[in-house]
């Protein structure tokens, strides 16, 4: 069966399409800025027809499609994603692209979706109980309950990054406080570096993303300023590790789940020694003795959300 995915992301657009298991087609471009909505699915149209070419098929080769996309998915419609234009007030994304692609569509959040291309061939495979978390400028989590996905009686479901960790803690960039995103991830970093040199604390996190021309603090940012022995910067990757043990072990403690998987930019960036450091901050918090849970790195990278969105189509179909 053939399917093609496609994962929406707030800076890229990826795609591919599968063929049974194997990956045969990818493709990749920037997500609009600006243009509203309108441009965004425009963006996702022209992904997918990539991604077709790069496999040498046509639509009608597929039997369907899929796309994991940020916010709040609920019977084909999305909402509540202030990270891509046009898509923060609920639209039906599903009928959109069926209009445009002429092909059935499954719509589902980006990290579930990743969560499906995880288990079924990633670091998730052989169980039947994963978490994924994706740690990137936010934190995103999707769930795999039974082998299938749970999405929740709203469509709310997974979202890890907005577990509360600390009561009356950080500011989270969702507006609330104590929440594992308000430590962990990139966006909220950067902004408490922000604060922290307006204080009067030095860093070079600034003086390194100026260095790489980037205008905002990524994920390689991050890794060469904590290379550089940047005394701040360490301590807000140690407040996020924090964040994130104490997040996942409450997850695994209340679902009893087999595998976690970590993945996203700055877990990618930071390698091993980062995945080892999480799981030695999520085991003093484990309830089930001796700890039956697994912590492994995802497997798919960049293009986990767009496999898992493919995978998702076959349901469609």
Same mark, same amino acid.
């Given at each position: 069966m053939r399917t093609v995915g496609i994962d929406l992301g707030g800076t890229n657009a990826y795609a591919v399409v599968l063929d049974d298991d194997r990956t045969i087609g990818h493709a990749k471009r920037r997500t609009p800025t600006d243009g509203g909505r309108n441009e965004v699915i425009k963006t996702l149209v022209k992904v997918a027809d990539d991604a077709l070419d790069d496999a040498g098929l046509e639509r009608t080769a597929v039997v369907g499609a899929g796309v994991g996309t940020p916010?709040?998915?609920?019977?084909?419609?999305?909402?509540?994603? !202030?990270?891509?234009?046009?898509?923060?007030?609920?639209?039906? $994304?599903?009928?959109?692209?069926?209009?445009?692609? *002429? &092909?059935?569509?499954?719509?589902?959040?980006?990290?579930?979706?990743?969560?499906?291309?995880?288990?079924?061939?990633?670091?998730g495979r052989g169980a039947d109980d994963i978490l994924v978390v994706f740690v990137g400028t936010g934190v995103g989590g999707g769930l795999m309950l039974g082998g299938v996905p749970f999405e929740g009686s709203h469509g709310g479901a997974g979202e890890f990054g907005h577990l509360v960790i600390r009561q009356g803690g950080a500011v989270c960039p969702c507006g609330r406080r104590g929440c594992v995103e308000a430590y962990a991830g990139r966006r909220a970093m950067e902004l408490a570096a922000e604060r922290a040199v307006a204080a009067g604390t030095p860093t070079v996190l600034f003086e390194v993303m100026d260095g790489k021309?980037? !205008?905002?603090?990524?994920?390689?940012?991050?890794?060469?300023? $904590?290379?550089?022995?940047?005394?701040?910067?360490? *301590? &807000?990757?140690?407040?996020?590790i924090a964040a994130l043990g104490a997040g996942i072990a409450s997850t695994v403690n209340l679902l009893d789940l087999e595998v976690v998987v970590l993945g996203g930019g700055l877990a990618d960036k930071l390698g091993e020694s980062y995945l080892a450091r999480v799981e030695a901050a999520m085991r003093p918090h484990l309830f089930l003795e001796p700890p039956r849970v697994r912590l492994v790195a995802a497997m798919l990278g960049d293009e986990g959300g767009a496999v898992g969105a493919a995978l998702l189509a076959r349901n469609v179909a």
């Open positions: 916010g709040i998915v609920i019977g084909g419609t999305v909402g509540n994603a !202030s990270n891509v234009p046009g898509f923060d007030e609920r639209f039906d $994304l599903a009928a959109a692209l069926h209009d445009r692609l *002429d &092909l059935p569509v499954r719509v589902a959040n980006d990290v579930t979706a990743a969560a499906v291309g995880e288990h079924a061939l990633g670091g021309g980037k !205008s905002r603090a990524t994920s390689g940012v991050f890794k060469t300023a $904590l290379e550089r022995g940047d005394e701040l910067v360490a *301590d &807000l990757i140690d407040d996020g």
